[in-house]
């Protein structure tokens, strides 16, 4: 669990074990969002608090989408066929 917080900064280990509620990151360019999402998701399925199946992650093209689902999946220690990453 703790190379998912590896290289974070304070702000976004809070984000990334966020545990109650919705979240909304705010945040410019280049500001790490992506990671943040991306490790999040590694959390939620290594913690157990959800099923790769359980997840939805939506971006805005089919570029980020790939990338995306390829930083989850390098930080998984098992394949995720489930997840559903997309645009």
Known sequence: MDEILDGLNEQQKKAVIHKNGPLLIVAGAGTGKTTILTRR???LISSGAA????ILATTFTEKAAAEMEDRV?????????DLWIST
């Open 41 to 43: 998701i590694n959390f």
């Open 51 to 54: 099923a790769p199946d359980e």
């Open 73 to 81: 999946l390098q930080n998984m220690e098992i394949s995720t066929p």
